[in-house]
């Protein structure tokens, strides 16, 4: 059982279409984290949000931390090829930091 | 700065053999650590952590043990490797605010 559930697991696109993918928890979570992982390589660090209701904008993407902190979203604008990757979102429960299963974005030209 | 070092880069080892994954962190003093095993295009599962030299903490059971011999040191082993164990591992620290990867271990038990 995934203790941070993301959605969808795969999405396809047309380069400018706007997506949301989503993680969600029956967990309340002191942060939760994005990331986004090239394949062969670690995950990097996308965002981090901290404060329930929190909204952090990264140029084109935009994160939000649900209001009870056991969710969060992740939306893209206008989305380029360039942004095909695996996104990851992760939340810390004392000692250990748990991974949802990912989302494999792929953006086509 | 804070840097993570993961190697092998790539293994291939029969079944059967021994395995010995290394994860060192450099920059950092007491860091959490964790190893995880990643399947193509999936999430990270969480297989040990360790909050400190001794102490390893495992999350599912399986072939394979971790140890933490020193205080930035975090090895993954396995006396007997069996097909299952093939995947992609990786090695992280926790930071303040976010996590650092190695850049992970590809290992195909053939």
């Known amino acids: 059982t995934q203790l941070l559930e993301q959605s969808p697991q795969f999405l396809s696109i047309q380069e400018g279409e706007n997506l949301t993918v989503y993680c969600n928890s029956s967990?309340?979570?002191?942060?939760l984290q994005w990331y986004r992982q090239e394949p062969g390589e670690g995950p990097v660090l996308l965002v981090t949000?901290?404060?329930?209701?929190e909204v952090k904008k990264l140029k084109r993407l935009t994160f939000q931390f649900g209001d009870a902190r056991k969710d969060s979203s992740l939306h893209i604008t206008a989305a380029q090829p360039g942004d095909t990757g695996l996104y990851l979102c992760?939340?810390?429960?004392?000692?250990?930091?748990?991974f949802g299963a990912g989302t494999i974005l792929r953006v086509k030209s | 700065s804070q840097t993570i070092h993961q190697w092998p880069a790539t293994l291939v080892q029969p079944v059967g053999s021994p395995l010995s994954l290394e994860c060192t962190v450099e920059?950092?003093?007491?860091?959490?650590l964790y190893w995880y095993r990643q399947a193509a295009g999936r999430g990270l599962q969480l297989l040990f952590y360790?909050?400190?030299?001794?102490?390893i903490s495992s999350e599912v059971p399986q072939n394979l043990s971790a140890s933490r011999p020193q205080d930035r040191q975090f090895i993954l082993s396995s006396k007997k490797l069996l097909l299952s164990d093939s995947g992609f591992y990786l090695c992280?620290?926790?930071?303040?605010?976010?996590?650092?990867f190695g850049q992970g271990t590809r290992l195909t038990v053939v």
């Open positions: 992280a620290w926790e930071g303040a605010t976010e996590a650092f």
């Open positions: 967990s309340v979570f002191s942060s």
């Open positions: 949000v901290v404060t329930g209701g």
């Open positions: 992760a939340g810390a429960l004392g000692n250990k930091l748990v």
């Open positions: 920059g950092t003093s007491n860091p959490n």
């Open positions: 360790s909050v400190g030299i001794g102490q």
